[in-house]
């Protein structure tokens, strides 16, 4: 095993450790919750990572028309939507300490989250509805590119003009507040620690699609 990964399963570890071991200040409404901070946001920022590179492969295909970038878009879509889920199940996590329920339709972020995750799953349905790779590759990069641009209006421009429940709204206190200099020792480390183990899960996902595209190609035709 590479020297990288190592170095990724002692930092992950670390910030594991540190994020349940930590003192933290005490924040109302949050309290010992807060330490979900170390977890949520920085699966949500694997996340973006993940479909930013997706959106990069899918431009790059349609320049291109490289198989390799197409399955490079298919793979890191695929991690950032496992890294969206595990975001979108901690915030449900959360959600039920402070807000007394798993899921609540008056929380416009939990909501365009889950809608933009939604678009994801017709993204990798649409890969599935076409036999013939290239056509298949071409309509999914363009899609993607779709889906990538949606992100930013769904999970930021859209929920900061409506009323919510998530730091910095009423009974809520500001995200400036819940990132006081003890939690930031261990949330900008955990952004990092995610986005690498990202990069790691989308490394074995896409070599996993590279094995089974040049398996059908030589199935397809063989020598």
């Not at 900061?160 to 819940?178: K, M």
């Not at 261990?186 to 074995?204: D, T």
């Amino acid at each position: 095993m590479k020297f990288w990964k190592y170095l990724i399963i002692v930092w992950m570890s670390l910030v594991i450790v540190g994020g349940f071991l930590i003192q933290i200040p005490f924040i109302p409404v949050l309290e010992q919750t807060a330490r979900n901070l170390f977890f949520h946001v920085p699966m949500w920022m694997a996340m973006y990572t993940m479909f930013l590179m997706s959106f990069y492969y899918s431009i790059n295909y349609l320049r291109k028309a490289s198989w390799s970038d197409d399955i490079k878009a298919q793979a890191a879509a695929q991690t950032g939507f496992v890294f969206g889920i595990c975001g979108l199940m901690t915030g449900s996590l959360w959600a039920r300490f402070t807000w007394g329920t798993w899921w609540t339709f008056a929380e416009p972020k939990m909501n365009l989250a889950a809608l933009a995750l939604m678009i994801y799953v017709a993204y990798f349905i649409l890969r599935l509805a076409f036999d013939e790779s290239k056509k298949r590759a071409r309509i999914a990069a363009v899609y993607n590119i779709f889906a990538v641009s949606t992100i930013p209006f769904l999970l930021y421009v859209v929920p900061r003009q409506l009323t919510s429940l998530h730091p910095g709204a009423d009974g809520n206190p500001a995200f400036s507040e819940i990132t006081a200099i003890e939690l930031r020792y261990i949330l900008y480390p955990a952004m990092v620690g995610f986005i690498a183990l990202s990069c790691w899960v989308y490394n074995i996902t896409y070599r996993a699609y590279r094995v089974r595209y040049i398996s059908e190609q030589i199935f397809r035709n063989p020598l």
